[in-house]
């Protein structure tokens, strides 16, 4: 416990000091053994590499495995679909019809550029060991230098492990230009992305993923609900803060445009998901099996929680809260989908749907800052909530796996905790210096009449609906 | 001649046809209008955001007639578009100068 | 052949006595070998369990096989695609603008609620020995208790086929709604189907599927032409009767809203299908293979059968007809994929395409109910042509595997015709029951004045589309 | 090169006295080993046949890897996705509103019908030996005789095999569509794509893949850049010019009516696309692996450098741009992807992006033809880019897999361009008379009043959009 | 100074649009509308149902000018938009009082 | 009686109607036109095809009401509507003969 604070200190202590001596902090003592290893690391949920290194050295070179690699290719493909088309519609039906087609050129095209900045260095700062081996990984894998079709990553060839973790450094940013959609350049969008995959996502995927320190505290986050759902959520936070309010926020009706849009995407988020939680355990095993059902609980459970709220509160139960109860859901199984059982799952997912409904409505009007997808609502809240939760409903009384030997659910939650605040404050710092930056190059936020006439006109010179005749 | 405009509820349209066509009207033209007036709107909820709506759905029929059917259809109107609530509707009467009939160049009632 | 008469009058006795002795009449000398064996005994579309009992007792238990796991993870994400969003989209799309949030919310909702039941009682009772074996379950997996991510079933975790069968109990209620769409009160839904999971789903599931009385019969339904389709088309029979006509039925005209949204979800039903039917083989191998081909060839088939029924008779050839000859092909083929050969697939589409398109028009109109997105016409019916042309089409001269020794043609249809009339007697006659039990308890039909209004805003509180400015 | 100008030659010649000598000229020495070859070669993308004979004969029979199956009925499911829903939205959402329908429904009975021709003439005529095997495959698999549940073509079972190309046979004639889209008619549609299917498909099909001449002249094709893009891509712009120009083409506005749904296709046959390039592996393997990494680097490279031209030279980034990129660089790499590595991958689409862009615009306006979907511009051009490409960066200095033992890249890239000269001129010439033949029997034009009122209304008697209260 | 609606055929649109802006026409307002007259409706099939479709889209464009150009711009409207079937459309032709241009506050003719 | 009938700008729709109903107007009705006039397109871009957009989305409000009201809405219209930029739209009046409210039957000046 003390030993935990230290290492939050410590952290704090190395951001301050930008990153210079972070590394001889924590770096010490761990030895990485390379991506075989990362990968059983990341299926394990961050189980301490210490632990695992004999293990992995004792073993034989793993061989490919037909089945774990045609699971692994099709998971990839259903993280792909998240984004494009899912992500895009859950996001485009939400806004007003002026602005549909920049949301979905927004998430669109930041796909295709961090799917490009991920081979390029992201994959290798991420996933390599590194002289800053506690936050960066090294740049070894360059260009994706030394992987060829016979590389492998466990029983999975590399480069499917590299493209499956490529879809989740295109997702990640997307998910972020939900809080300050329909009043964003976007060139900024695309210049935010590419310095926030550097700057906050590949630091947290090292540190909790690839070998760094949260990993060697043995923080659990079996499919990134800190990685990629925290540290979106909280730069989504920042950034609809630093941009400002849409115009004419809180005195105009902003009703979304199409909700059956938002609705396709939801539901593509969800089934694509699977290839997002069930995939993380990069195998098709009997774990991978109780990851597929935990997912659908929860999310099950979370979509009957908002939706019951809003019928006994408002009066009404509506469609676009059971879209919200699922990502809500399916945000808060991530980080705990390895390690709950089924009816720790649908509690989760109960108590997901109620804090996130509350997040969307009281926490952000008690702040009044204006999240216009609630995504620090949804993802930022509904991640702390499966982080936290996991090392709660992980205990064998709540049906779970247990914790290692000599854990104890006090141990696994501060843990928890702190691999939460770690990430909230690095994201947090490094996010209004990076929006800073993009504010001084390109601007971040367009003119008033442009942003009145709605960015698919004025930015993309197109018009989404063209019905007449 | 005259121009009568007609706002009345949208499931009204096809009963309103039928009496309009009862009396002798053979053409209309109909627009999807919004209506804002006594009529109380509803309420929308988006992520517990609250929205009163207060334009509510409303069709326009739009005749031109002959001076001497416009009573009939103006009763017609009213008695087929009735329904006793608040947000029923109004009739507006307007002098109607010409009409030209585009395919024939025929003006006047015949034009009709 | 007297034998099954005397277990078709055994199941109506047993059905008025309201299931008191049904038990006694059939469960006699079955012995059912758990969850391993019904793995086996639905993918060999339920070959009497007698024959199979001495296999699966000398079988070492099966380990698990990655390439099989691995499909039927996907098999079961594909199954919850169909429903959402592909049918909430097939039947939104079907009904007009304002009842269009309704419809996808049912089907959203009723998935989620029906994946939570079907984890805390419904498999349990469809898939475990019960006391009632002829019929029902037992309690053994109440909460899953008793699986964990080393409990296998067959080649794959037991969680996956637990979850396979879930996406199964979610799709099969959200069928129904389509019968009374437009005119339903939203907890009338939710309320029917849990009660019409517990007493009509499971309980065919059981019988069909999970060594009850029909397996033992030796009917074949090998991916869910009885259990779920007829199933569901008979209680959406009885259901839109029971509700009545849509106010206006017959003088208004109700087109379809959005013609393109319906494509969108029959494409999505078609994609998801495979992992409907392939996923029934519960095995990536050569069954599977063939079931595949079945798939795509019936479907195809009756594409063109109702199209060119059409483009004859009216003189058009419409997109909405394509659509439905594509559910009704898949609809058919489901009980028969793993039997026909893919020339017998091709005439069996050809069949139910024409079959369902007088279904959905002559015979609806004969009878005057008003199913607005004729559930009956097409899953019930394609679901008869299906399970009773699967008895004619598997015979070797049709190019299917055959019957069992000492089966003839003649028997196994007969014994199709009964499994398909005990379904339709037994859901007949419940899901009367049930919609009574709802309309005391919430009603079933919502207001005048609120239906007039349209169910997305007076139910939903929300607006479809919002295109002002 | 000497021996390869002959070929051509010999083709040109084959094609001028209606292929009855063409079998003479080149079928001489080749022996063909059937199925289990095919695949194998296949998945060598088109190596030479003498090579592989000695290691096929010698191999045991392979057996089913279920993890290889697994994996393939998914590429298979995701092929179909493509077309339906992903190509007919990306077509649809592009054409005036009054025309969305008749595209939907063009590509959706299109995929109907070929799955039937497939099944009962045209897998065998593709894949099988036969008389004319330069050219043409034989009769010994019409109606799938020969095939059930335990035949082999590689690891797969041969259904899972025949079916996944199926899928190829369905979306290839499906793409031509676009071209003459809101102008054609229906019967036109349907009795051109199968005597296409017939008389360019297959027998391309079967020169490259299946054995014929330009397998054994070493032309390497992955997964069909000439086989389905060039193809397609030349008879849509034989079609454009042959049924005429869109009435108002040029003096109306003819903006695409729902861009959103363009989008959605767009990102369903970017998802899609990988049962289409991974699967052409035909298993779950490190190459598989490779192709999946570079189909996404090669189209998101496109992406960004469409999106960026448009940017510096018309000062807007479009979304249409955007998805037309995706689909440019997916095309482009599908000859490809087996061959060049991640950063090869990303040159080639970025340079499909800019060509595309100017083959839509530039090229176009030039000539004047009215191609209203751009398939020549993006698949056909795209094609030939990615088959000329694969020529260059496979070489090892770019990444690539390097050539076979004595083939240069001048070799090669002569080969690959042979490849394409032989596609273009066959298809070229035999599409005029497959037109001109439709011409004489159904016409393929509509009326000037049926066009002018829309095909939805005139052809299909249907409306897509009816939100009239 | 006159107010003209003339009801026209949605393709026609941008013809007349031409013709006026030839007779000095500066400016106008196009409203999407849904005609019933003598033009026969279209038959829809949904699922074997069929319905009459009997309002058929048109385009109602409101054009406000002085006197002087009144008959110019009729002449130029049935011109063009005229091809001799049934459904071509009517013009009326109604009295209007007085303009006001919103941005400068001018009023009458010099407001058009 | 008159008939007003407003071109504003779609985002001015609810200072317009604030301003209405600040001077006692009690209802109107609305309608979502295009407008042509002095104001500039925009371009639009579709692989590389550009398109001049002419027609620009614009609102007509429609309200009847009382002579002795009539300047106090215009101005409440002028003053609420305004931009000062080219597009701000205009402003018709014309005679009204009569007005029914079809709920009770009512005309003249308690119909409104
Ligand atoms: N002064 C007015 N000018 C124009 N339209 C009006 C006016 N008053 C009412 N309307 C139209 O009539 C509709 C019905 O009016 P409302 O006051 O709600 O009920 P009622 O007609 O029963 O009095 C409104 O929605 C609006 O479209
Ligand atoms: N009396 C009328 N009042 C208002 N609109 C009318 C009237 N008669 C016809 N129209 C409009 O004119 C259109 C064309 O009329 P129709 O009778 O079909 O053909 P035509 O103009 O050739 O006589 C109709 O669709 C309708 O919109
Ligand atoms: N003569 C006219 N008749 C009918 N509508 C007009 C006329 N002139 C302008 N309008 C309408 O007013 C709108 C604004 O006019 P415009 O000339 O662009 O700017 P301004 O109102 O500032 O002069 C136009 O878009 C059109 O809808």
Known sequence: ?469 | MKLISAIIRPFKLDDVREALSEVGVQGLTVTEVKGFGRQKGHTELYRGAEYVVDFLPKIKIEVALEDTVLEKALSAIETSARTGKIGDGKIFIQPLEQVLRIRTGESGESAL
């Open chain 1, 1 to 469: 416990m003390f030993k935990r604070i230290l290492y939050l200190v410590g952290i704090v202590a190395a951001l301050s000091g930008l990153m210079a001596q972070a590394n001889s902090d924590v770096q010490s003592d761990a030895f990485h053994d390379g991506l075989i290893l990362l990968a059983d690391n990341h299926a394990d949920g961050g189980a301490t590499l210490s632990e695992e290194v004999p293990v992995a050295m004792a073993e034989a070179e793993p061989a490919l495995d037909s089945g774990d690699t045609a699971w692994m290719i099709m998971a990839t493909i259903l993280v792909i679909m998240m984004s494009i088309p899912g992500l895009a519609l859950f996001y485009g039906g939400l806004v007003r019809a002026k602005n549909m087609l920049s949301v979905l050129m927004q998430v669109f095209v930041t796909v295709s550029l961090m799917s490009i900045l991920w081979a390029i260095y992201g994959y290798s700062l991420a996933a390599t060991e590194g002289p800053l081996n506690a936050i960066y990984g090294g740049f070894s894998a360059l260009f994706l230098s030394g992987i060829d079709d016979t590389t492998m990553s466990g029983t999975i060839p590399e480069y499917v492990f590299m493209t499956f973790q490529m879809t989740f450094a295109c997702i990640t940013p997307a998910l972020i230009v939900g809080a300050f959609a329909e009043r964003i350049k976007f060139s900024a969008v695309l210049l935010f992305s590419a310095l926030w995959l550097t700057f906050c996502y590949v630091p947290i995927w090292h540190m909790v993923w690839g070998g760094g320190f949260l990993s060697q505290l043995g923080a659990i986050d079996f499919a990134g609900g800190t990685v990629v759902h925290i540290n979106a959520g909280v730069a989504a936070l920042v950034g609809c803060i630093l941009v400002g309010k849409r115009m004419g926020y809180g005195s105009e009706a902003m009703p979304p445009h199409n909700l059956p849009f938002t609705m396709i995407g939801a539901s593509l988020l969800w089934v694509g998901w699977f290839g997002f939680n069930v995939g993380s355990e990069l195998a098709a095993d009997g774990t991978a099996g109780m990851v597929l059902a935990n997912t659908q609980l929860a999310t099950s459970a979370a979509v009957i929680s908002w939706v019951m709220l809003e019928w006994f509160s408002k009066g009404k139960p509506t469609m676009l809260g059971a879209a919200s109860g699922a990502i809500a859901g399916l945000v808060a199984i991530t980080p705990a989908c390895g390690s709950v059982g089924p009816m720790g799952a649908i509690i989760l997912g109960l108590i997901a749907g109620v804090v996130c409904l509350w997040a969307c409505t009281g926490l952000k009007s008690m702040f009044g800052y204006d999240d216009s997808l609630d995504v620090f609502g949804v993802h930022g809240v509904g991640g702390i909530v499966g982080a936290v939760g996991t090392g709660i409903l992980m205990a064998p009384s709540f049906g779970g796996v247990g914790y290692d030997d000599g854990i104890t659910m006090g141990g696994q939650t501060t843990t928890q905790i702190i691999a939460v605040l770690v990430t909230i404050i690095w994201t947090g710092i490094i996010s209004v210096i990076l929006y800073k930056i993009v504010d001084g190059i390109v601007g971040l936020r367009p003119s008033e009449e442009e942003e009145r006439e709605g960015l698919d006109k004025t930015t993309h010179g197109e018009n989404p609906y063209n019905t007449q005749p």
